[in-house]
């Protein structure tokens, strides 16, 4: 695989990984060397660390760029939280997860946009999607939505509307297939995730891992 004058991105870039990963990229001289990161202040102290590496050579310039991917490109900077709770932008939330895959909604999201900004030739994905999206607990929306319908033989739209937002499958699809289709446009090359998953790193393993006695439901998920 060529680097040298090609345009890579890395998601994640902020962190240790993605920090590490990106050093040992100026060897190799690529000629664009984007670093996203959840938050702006991130990014950018990341890009600076690495543009002021002696490594980096002249003709590789280093790119900031920030907020959620798993979301519109119009909420990127907002709380997954702020969002839910907001009835446009949770409507909008659902469009994008349940709707049908069109070309309006893989330029809208925030993972499209930003390839079809910069169509990197290799991308290295150092994002924790668990973490991004599984952190929310279905387990007590599921149980308090069964007790209000149970209760008086209603449910509210909005209460509906919450539930079906930490349903974590249909976010995953939807984030591997804007994936694909973005990456298809923009003609990348290279695509390599790196993470942990499995029995192991997030099952027997969490007690020591995540100092639980026990694996709760939640992170299991």
């Not at 890395?10 to 690529?30: C, D, T, Y």
């Not at 920030?66 to 446009?88: H, N």
């Not at 939505?145 to 449910?155: E, N």
């Amino acid at each position: 695989m060529q680097i040298h004058g090609r345009a890579v991105l890395i998601l994640g870039g902020s962190g240790l990984v993605g920090m590490a990963v990106a050093r040992q990229l100026l060897a190799h001289e690529p000629d664009v060397l984007v670093l996203s990161a959840l938050l702006r202040e991130d990014a950018e102290s990341a890009v600076r660390e690495i543009t002021g590496d002696p490594r980096r050579r002249p003709g590789t310039s280093v790119v900031a760029e920030w907020g959620d991917i798993f979301v519109a490109e119009e909420l990127k900077q907002r709380p997954r939280g702020e969002l839910i709770a907001d009835p446009v932008a949770r409507g909008l939330l659902l469009d994008d997860m349940f709707g049908e895959l069109t070309d309006e909604v893989v330029r809208r999201s925030a993972l499209g946009a930003l390839l079809l900004r910069h169509k990197p030739g290799i991308i290295i994905d150092c994002v924790n999607t668990a973490t991004a999206i599984a952190y929310q607990n279905i387990f007590d929306s599921a149980l308090q939505l069964r007790a209000d319908a149970m209760a008086d033989g209603s449910v509210s739209a909005e209460q509906v509307e919450k539930h079906l937002a930490t349903l974590y499958l249909p976010q995953l699809i939807r984030h591997v297939q804007i994936s694909l289709e973005a990456m298809k446009r923009v003609r990348t090359e290279c695509y390599i995730k790196i993470g942990t998953a499995g029995t192991g790193g997030m099952g027997l393993n969490i007690p020591f891992t995540h100092s639980e006695e026990r694996p709760s439901r939640m992170l299991l998920a």
